[in-house]
């Protein structure tokens, strides 16, 4: 067929065009031409795109043309069918692009949903994206499977037919997902229709289902490993009741067997997993490697999967459907024991029997948990019972044979769990409610194709054959009703019909015939099956192959591949066996749940009475009773074979009898990578799903659909302006009549144009041609404009350039010359100077010379001199020295000549000595001569030593004139020398002086050096310490400027400490704000939801009134005890016109209903009434001061009190004269009564003469009441008065005399006792004040020492505190004081902010309360006086005459308790808000109703204004209920309550309330109540009227805003239609009906307008349409993002174009502030994302900056969805997506994709008070309230 398209179509292979050519790798390739195609070409010219040339040769046979590639702007579609091309390389390369590029997962292909797994969670199934498609058209959003099921779930309620979603494809595309999100979608959209949850409870089947029917494959970690088909059933107003399952071929082989990485059932790890828990030590588990039956895939575990966890989801999931925690724990017991049960250790005794070990412990256990006996089980585990005709044996069996017994009881107790689940999963989702009509889902295992195919994929390919006919059979009768609808002729379409294929297997003498035949054979085997076939369907079916191979194998070529299936088990696996003997011994079991399983076939049957659904099971009826053997035996004989056949022909009638919808999984790859995409594997896919037949049967026909509308937007550029006729019809095909020739290419039907395959493509070509040639023809023009343009500025600026360069060259001439003429003379100088200086240098040069050299002559002269006179000299010298050393000698000679004769007569003269000294006499004679000398030398040693000593002393002490003494002591040396020749003895006493001279000599020495080193000390130390001094200056002055620095810094830590504590208060503050919006958003919430409650009650009353339809007539009287409280909370009706009987019940269902928030109200009450005796407390301390302080200053009050005493005793002697003539007056009607002629009626006992009677009763006991009060308040007035005389008792006889006349009244013994009373009782009353001014004493005490104890810690903290920083260095203990200053000073003030606000507040409460006490006071003592007792009219009074005076209008209306319902009728029920807004003031209900419960105030008649202030509420509640649709209702009465808040506001008395009022209208506050509560209630009943007014508004507007915004051009003819498939969407063309921006400012101006007539508080109004524009662009957001055709350039144009449309209406209602403008930045940034380039860097950083409003997710989704309309417009490259998310990944913000459009932001009711006077108001006729007095 496409080839035959591609000849048709062979003009359109030109150079340049693109085709698809076959590859091994990539399956398919695109290359370009490289050259035209000429008719007869052997090859192609083509150039791939990675730049290599190719020569691609055709098939000289067929010469077929290779496939066609559809043009770019068809790329990417959201509908396969809407390409031009439909062809296999087409649909593959349009998936890809979707998934790789644009991250899209679903596509549409005709009436199929292509769903490729991205083994990635994606954002795209959150409850705002279900919002999202609910209510859509399928073809208005992007694909999803959410669009496929609200198209199932809107066709059953439109066609009232039941619809089925078949979900299919391989193991791992993620069949099992889809089907979860499409029941979880209807859970969501439908709700349930009873208190029950049954959606649920249908989302919680789910993972049980999963967990024992799931398991880990090589190919999917969550894999199905059954079939199911879930009805989900709905009642008649479609909401969900209940539902229903069937299943289909359960993989049993599984719990005994697992391939390499694959896991058992996920039951089995959950159990182990969760051995340690208590409740599971009795099953004795372990790890999941422990056992048999879960370790064979090793590996356990699943990555990123906690089974623990899982295993607790399901346990939740049992309990939600009713199986409770022993049946629970009894399916984990069954469980546990087939994991015992494959541990179990079989041996050989010997070849042919085998054994079982005594006390093996898994069997034990095994038996433990079963309930059966060890020695049993044991045995017929290894044994089995023959039976023939006459006996019975019992036979061993070997170990092989044991155990494939032990396996095969295994897999047949978990498929018999299996069922029990699946019947009570069904039991637990069965409604009592009938069925109206019911959706399936359908997940079953898609083709599958293995290298070793058995029994189960048999089977599985079976139900794909069925499946396949049956989507054949749909498309093609879908295909036909088009065709019809449209009138077009109809052509017999040729598809694939596999017939053939299921007669070959479910046939007569079939595959599965011959299989169940060959089971029944005694020694039926697979070999002799196999022959079967080969002999049956070898040569006889063109459909069935025997390989050439093999002789134990068979091919069938089914729709999708060929499949060889071997033959080996599939006898074994049809008959699936198990030993009658094991099934007994459990059917012995003392376990109730484990008999239960194995109970008759009969009672195990599914509830829809169906067949057994679980495919593989075996149905067992072994019964010890012999009569019924044959009949179990009979039953053991249906095959697994037969038991699918009838349950997929069951299946099959089902889908016949409903609309199906299909969903085709794909997977990208086998590895499970994310988006990654491999082109074989998903062609292989491709062609077993369907999805090519789907297509080849769309490109058999006319696959391209338009409308002419459509068409001639499209193509309006094809045409002349003659062309364009007013009908479209006829324009488009005069307009085809021309372009397409041949007119078999296209049908013209009743609204749409169908076209060929690739007619789309040359139109669209022809339309490229046509803009690409007025594209050149633009350029031309524009170039040729711009090249004349640049000519004649060039030739501009050529004659410019010549003038000035002429001109220049000319001025360079003449300064040639000039310069010339100027060298040649400087040259001439120049020379002359040269020459001169030349001479001069020459002249000057031997001036020098002559005068060197004759210097030089000179002083070599001199020299010759000068050296001879030295030499005289020298030799003077010389001589000199000579003489002086021969002189020298000589003497030197001389004198040791002498020396040497002195000694030789010396020792002559001794040796004379010697001779004499010894003679006596001679020694004596020499001794007298000795002593004297001896005496006379030693007064001279003496004398010497005493100069020495003053020498010594003088030489010490002169430093000055040490060279004088030198000399005088060198002359003492000399003398001292002759006197040692004297005195031989005292030689050595002079040497001795002399040395120390010497040393004396040098410590003078040494003393002057360091006197001089002293001196240049201390000059170094006079310098060191003026540098010293300069430096600590300098450091003075660094100091300084340091100091300043800090005294700066200081200043400048303030100011930032101020800024950043200001800074801090805005954060602090915009925080409070942000968690008080939230806060209130919470609360509004709240209140949304106890509305919801309270209309879902009222709804179940009215049901329950239809259902019993029996009237009680009765009414139930309200207590009037109820507090306000009660009233706000539950708004209990009063004037309800009929009760039902059924009351009490209503009450206490409503009372379930409510319990949450009744029990949050309850609590905040409590809160409320504490801090009301709180302050009721501090009332009465505050009323003891006042009245000591008013006894204090009693005697100044003297006269006053007087003048106020006269005054009530005057009106008690007026009311007491007003009281006899009431008494009068009764009498009168007593005697009128009992003298009434018409005694039948009014005759004593008479029903209304017993009224009246005790109408008369009940008003004398409230006399009598009022008398007793009127007496005890006149004995306290004389008790005062008395008190006062007894003060002053001068006073006293100037009294007036009314107190004269009140003492005179007290004779009366009665009254004197009374007075008594009185006295007493104040002085109680003064005794408790006395005690509480004591006890305040003592608090006050307490409170002052423990002020002193904080006040002695902050002393020790300070102590501290300094005692720290004096440690510290100057400048940290500056900062420290500074920062523990600034801290102390902010402590203090933040302490006295808070205290002060505490007692603003305290004063303001108590200044409320003390004036409602001072009021109730003043009318208590006149009320009381009023109704005075009747005796007192005897007593003497002075007459008085008393003045009537008129009153004005007080604004207070008065009206009868029993006109209540009558004013709630009129003003309220029965009130049209039109005429009242149009012809009467704003809010007059609500001034009216407010006047008259100031009357109620006035009266003090507390019942009264309970009454009609509940009456108001719940009759406001009532006509909301009535009308809450009308816009117009509900904006009236949100006016009108938010005008009776703001009256109960500005009238309560509060000073905040009354700023602006005037005098008047501060006369007019309430009096008696405090009605600060029902301001609280009235205001959430504001709220509530504010949402319902938002979801009115919402409801209006939610139709128009996709059309007005996105849909609707508003600038005509920027956007051209793209070509759409058969999902058809929104036509962007604006036909009659259609919305446009242009309806929705309407409507905004009709809810301006509306708003404003009913007099709404302007910061309302602000509110409401801040609140419009959200919901605006919101709604337009999320339809923009998931939109694929929406995201273009044009489109982005489109909508900033209307964003400012809105603005300008803003604008126009000076809105502007009202923060509507910021809602719609979202919107505006998505539309310049649209517009801006997306190419570079740059680029991606302006994005980024600019789209700071978007979250990533939602800027990545725009960029990913962005489409060209044009050929001229290029897409979004992957790598700068990549980018985006690059740069933006370090964002925080929430992953949500969609904005929440059900966002309502909190409310707010600033007060607004009215300048409107109360008694200037008048009531128009009109409202019929004549009943109302003006007071």
């Not at 005994?256 to 030590?281: G, T």
């Not at 005068?851 to 002559?857: K, P, S, V």
């Amino acid at each position: 067929m496409h080839e035959n398209m591609n000849q048709e179509l062979d003009f359109m292979f030109v150079k340049y065009a693109r085709v698809w050519i076959p590859d091994v790798e990539e399956v398919w390739r695109s290359a370009e031409l490289t050259k035209d195609y000429r008719q007869g070409d052997g090859a192609l010219q083509l150039q791939l795109e990675d730049g290599k040339e190719l020569e691609y040769k055709l098939d000289p046979k067929t010469n077929n043309l290779p496939h066609l590639r559809n043009p770019d702007i068809l790329v990417g579609e959201n509908d396969l069918t809407a390409l031009s091309y439909l062809h296999e390389p087409a649909v593959l390369h349009n998936l890809k692009v979707r998934f790789i590029d644009s991250k899209l997962i679903y596509t549409y292909c005709g009436i199929v949903l292509v769903a490729i797994n991205p083994y990635e969670t994606l954002p795209i199934y959150g409850a705002d994206i279900i919002n999202a498609y609910s209510g859509q058209n399928m073809g208005d959003m992007d694909p999803h499977i959410f669009a496929v099921a609200e198209e199932a779930y809107k066709q059953m309620a439109r066609d009232e037919r039941n619809q089925s979603i078949i979900v299919s494809g391989e193991s791992g595309a993620g069949k099992t997902v889809s089907a979860k999100y499409a029941m979880r979608y209807f859970a969501t959209v439908s709700g349930s229709a009873s208190e029950a949850n049954v959606e649920e409870k249908v989302l919680a089947s789910n993972p049980i289902m999963e967990s024992i029917g799931n398991a880990k494959t090589t190919r999917n970690d969550n894999s199905s490993r059954f079939g199911k088909y879930i009805e989900i059933g709905f009642d008649k107003r479609y909401h969900i009741i209940g539902a229903n399952m069937r299943t289909y071929l359960l993989e049993k082989s599984r719990v005994v067997f697992q391939a390499d990485e694959e896991r058992n059932y996920h039951i089995f790890y959950q159990l182990c997993a969760s051995a340690h828990l208590p409740e599971f030590k009795a099953l004795k588990l372990g790890k999941a490697d422990d056992f048999h039956y879960t370790k064979q895939g090793r590996n356990p575990v699943i990555d990123g999967i906690d089974d623990a966890k899982e295993m607790s989801t399901t346990r939740n999931a049992f309990t939600l459907l009713g199986v409770n925690e022993s049946y629970q724990m009894g399916l984990f017991r069954i469980l546990a024991s087939i994991l015992h049960l494959g541990n179990v250790e079989v041996k050989d005794r010997d070849s042919d029997s085998s054994i079982i070990p005594p006390n093996n412990g898994h069997l034990s256990v095994f038996c433990e948990l079963m309930g059966v006996t060890y020695q049993d089980m044991s045995h017929w585990l290894c044994h089995k019972k023959l039976k023939t005709a006459t006996e019975t044996y019992i036979k061993p069996i070997p170990k092989l044979q044991a155990i494939n017994a032990r396996d095969a009881l295994a897999k047949h107790i978990y498929a018999k769990l299996f069922n029990w689940i699946v019947d009570h999963v069904n039991k637990a989702l069965h409604s009592t409610v009938k069925q109206h009509s019911f959706i399936g889902v359908l997940d079953i295992y898609g083709f599958e194709t293995f290298e070793i195919n058995s029994f189960e994929q048999f089977c599985i390919n079976y139900a794909n054959e069925k499946l396949q006919q049956q989507f054949n059979m749909h498309v093609f009768k879908l295909e036909q009703e088009e065709y019809m609808k449209e009138q077009i002729p109809w052509t017999l379409i040729d598809f694939y019909d596999n017939q053939p294929c299921i007669n070959l297997i479910e046939a007569k003498m079939g595959v599965l015939d011959l299989l169940d035949e060959e089971c029944k054979m005694p020694k039926g085997s697979d070999d002799s099956w196999a022959q079967k076939l080969y002999n049956t369907h070898l040569k006889t079916c063109a459909l069935f192959e025997k390989p050439r191979m093999s002789n134990k194998a068979f091919i069938i070529q089914h729709f999708a591949d060929k499949v060889e299936y071997q033959c080996d088990g599939f006898l074994e696996k049809n008959k699936d066996t198990v030993n009658e003997e094991q099934i007994h011994v459990l059917k012995a079991s003392k376990f109730d749940l484990l008999v239960e399983l194995f109970q008759d076939e009969e009672k195990a049957t599914s509830p829809t009475g169906a067949a057994p659904t679980t495919g593989g099971r075996t149905r067992l009826s072994v019964k010890p009773d012999k009569s019924k053997a044959g009949q179990a035996s009979k039953e053991h004989k249906k095959t697994v074979g037969l038991q699918f056949r009838n349950s997929l022909h069951l299946l099959m009638e089902t889908l016949n009898a409903t609309t199906p919808h299909y969903v085709r999984c794909i997977k990208p790859n086998d590895y499970k990578f994310a988006f990654t995409f491999d082109p074989k594997r998903a062609v292989q896919q491709l062609r077993a799903c369907g999805v090519l037949e789907t297509i080849r049967i769309s490109a058999a026909g006319f696959p391209s659909r338009w409308t002419y509308q459509e068409f001639f937007s499209r193509y309006r550029v094809l045409m002349k302006q003659k062309d364009v006729l007013t009908d479209r019809k006829m324009t488009c095909k005069n307009v085809l009549e021309k372009l397409v020739q041949d007119q078999d290419k296209y049908q013209f039907g009743k609204t749409k144009i169908f076209f060929r395959a690739g007619q789309v493509a040359y139109l669209e070509k022809l339309r490229a041609d046509k803009l690409r040639a007025a594209c050149i023809r633009i350029q031309k023009t524009i170039r040729c404009w711009l090249a004349r343009k640049k000519y004649l500025r060039m030739k501009h600026a050529a004659t410019t350039i010549q003038r000035y360069v002429r001109g220049y060259q000319a001025r360079c001439l003449a300064k040639f010359l000039r310069r010339t003429r100027a060298a040649i003379i400087i040259q001439k100088y120049q020379r002359m100077y040269v020459q001169r200086k030349c001479y001069k240098r020459k002249q000057a040069a031997a001036l020098v010379m002559q005068c060197i050299l004759r210097a030089y002559m000179a002083r070599q002269l001199y020299k010759a001199l000068l050296r001879e006179h030295k030499a005289i000299i020298i030799q003077k010298m010389v001589r000199g020295w000579l003489a002086r050393q021969w002189f020298k000698r000589s003497l030197r000679a001389i004198v040791y000549l002498q020396c040497c004769i002195r000694r030789m007569r010396a020792k002559r003269e001794l040796k004379k000595l010697k001779i004499e000294a010894r003679s006596v006499e001679h020694f004596k004679k020499l001794n007298i001569g000795m002593e004297n000398k001896i005496m006379q030398l030693q007064r001279r040693i003496d004398e010497q030593n005493k100069d020495n000593r003053s020498l010594s002393e003088r030489l010490n002490g002169l430093e000055i004139s040490h060279a004088a003494e030198s000399e005088r002591l060198r002359v003492e040396v000399t003398r001292l020398r002759g006197a040692e020749e004297d005195a031989k003895n005292n030689a050595n006493k002079v040497t001795t002086l002399l040395e120390e001279l010497e040393r004396l000599r040098k410590d003078l020495q040494n003393t002057q050096k360091e006197k001089k080193v002293i001196e240049e000390w201390a000059k170094t130390y006079q310098d060191e310490m003026e540098q010293m001094i300069s430096e600590l200056k300098e450091q003075n002055h660094l100091l300084k400027n340091e100091k300043n620095d800090l005294n700066r810094m200081i200043q400048e830590q303030g100011q930032q400490w101020t800024e950043k504590m200001q800074r801090a208060l805005k954060e602090e503050t915009e925080q409070l704000e942000n968690d008080l919006n939230e806060e209130r958003s919470r609360y509004q919430n709240l209140l949304t939801e106890h509305l919801r409650l309270e209309e879902k009650y009222d709804d179940l009353k009215e049901e329950i009134t239809l259902a019993v339809n029996v009237p009680k007539p009765g009414h139930r009287r309200t207590d009037s005890t109820h507090s306000s409280n009660e009233s706000e909370c539950t708004y209990n009706s009063e004037f309800a016109e009929s009760e039902e009987g059924s009351r009490g019940g209503e009450d206490v269902s409503k009372a379930i209903l409510d319990m949450s928030l009744f029990l949050k109200l309850q609590k905040r009450v409590s809160e409320l009434e504490q801090e009301k005796q709180s302050l009721q407390n501090e009332l009465d301390r505050r009323e003891e001061q006042f009245q000591r302080a008013r006894a204090r200053d009693d005697e100044e009050h003297k006269k006053a009190r007087s003048a106020e005493l006269e005054y009530e005793s005057l009106k008690r002697q007026e009311l007491e004269s007003e009281n006899k003539k009431l008494k009068h007056h009764l009498n009168e009607m007593r005697q009128s009564l009992r003298g009434s002629p018409e005694a039948g009626s009014a005759a004593p006992g008479s029903p209304a003469y017993t009224v009246l009677l005790d109408q008369l009763n009940s008003s004398n006991e409230e006399l009598e009441v009022r008398k007793e009060e009127v007496l005890i308040l006149r004995s306290q007035l004389v008790s005062q008065k008395e008190a006062m005389q007894h003060k002053d008792e001068k006073a006293t006889m100037t009294e007036p005399l009314p107190y004269i006349e009140d003492v005179q009244k007290l004779t009366d013994a009665k009254e004197i006792s009374q007075a008594y009373m009185g006295l007493k009782d104040t002085n109680r009353l003064l005794e408790s004040q006395l005690q509480a001014q004591r006890r305040s004493h003592e608090n006050e005490v307490e409170v002052l020492r423990g002020e002193l104890q904080s006040v002695k810690e902050e002393n020790n903290r300070q102590q501290q505190l300094l005692a720290q920083n004096l440690q510290l260095p100057p400048e940290a203990r500056i900062e420290a004081s500074l920062q523990h200053e600034i801290t102390r000073l902010t402590n203090e003030n933040l302490d006295l902010m808070e205290q002060l606000e505490k007692q603003d507040k305290t004063v303001r409460k108590l200044k409320k309360q003390l004036k409602v006490f001072a009021k109730k006071i003043n009318d208590l003592e006149g009320g009381q006086m009023d109704v005075s007792p009747g005796q007192t009219t005897d007593e003497p009074v002075h007459p008085v005459n008393i003045p009537r005076r008129e009153k004005d209008f007080q604004g207070m209306l008065e009206y009868k308790k029993e006109d209540e319902l009558k004013l709630v009728k009129n003003l309220i029920l029965e009130l049209k808000p039109r005429g009242v807004a149009v012809n009467l003031i704003p809010g007059l209900p609500a001034y009216i109703l407010f006047m008259c419960l100031r009357h109620a105030d006035y009266v003090n008649d507390d019942q009264k204004v309970r009454s009609l202030l509940t009456s108001v509420i719940n009759s406001i509640k009532k006509i909301l209920k009535k009308r809450g649709d009308d816009f117009e209702t509900v904006s009236f009465w949100l006016s009108n309550t938010c005008r009776f808040l703001h009256c109960l506001k500005q009238y309560s008395g509060d000073d905040q309330f009354m700023k602006h009022n005037t005098p008047k209208q501060n006369d007019h506050c309430l009096s008696n109540f405090d009605l600060a509560e029902y301001r609280q209630v009235l205001s959430d009943l504001a709220i509530q009227i504010y949402q319902q007014l938002i979801k009115c508004m919402e409801n209006i507007l939610q139709p128009m805003i996709v059309s007005g915004m996105l849909e609707h051009e508003t600038i005509q003819g920027v956007s051209g239609v793209k070509p759409t498939g058969l999902r058809k969407r929104t036509s962007s063309i604006a036909d009659e009906g259609t919305y446009t921006l242009d309806s929705i400012i309407r409507q905004l101006n009709t809810f301006h307008s509306i708003m404003c007539q009913h007099g709404t508080d302007p910061e309302l109004i602000k509110q409401v349409v801040k609140q419009q524009f959200y919901i605006i662009g919101a709604v337009t957001l999320n339809n923009l993002l998931l939109r694929k055709d929406m995201c273009s350039w044009s489109k982005g144009m489109q909508i900033r174009y209307n964003v400012s449309q809105l603005e300008e209406w803003l604008r126009d209602k000076n809105l502007m502030t009202c923060g509507a403008k910021e809602t719609l930045e979202p919107l505006i940034q998505a539309a310049q994302l649209l517009q801006v380039k997306k190419k570079t860097d740059e680029d991606a950083e302006a994005i980024c900056s600019m789209c700071n409003a978007l979250s990533t997710a939602q800027i990545v989704k725009v960029l990913n969805l962005y489409t060209p309309v044009n050929a001229f417009e290029e897409r979004v490259s992957v790598l700068f997506i990549r980018t985006i998310q690059t740069r933006l990944r370090d964002r925080k913000e929430s992953p949500q994709l969609l904005m929440d459009t059900k966002l309502i932001y909190p409310v707010t009711f600033p007060f607004n008070p009215s300048s409107l006077a109360l008694e200037t108001i008048q009531i128009p006729g009109s409202l019929n309230l004549a009943f109302l007095t003006r007071v």
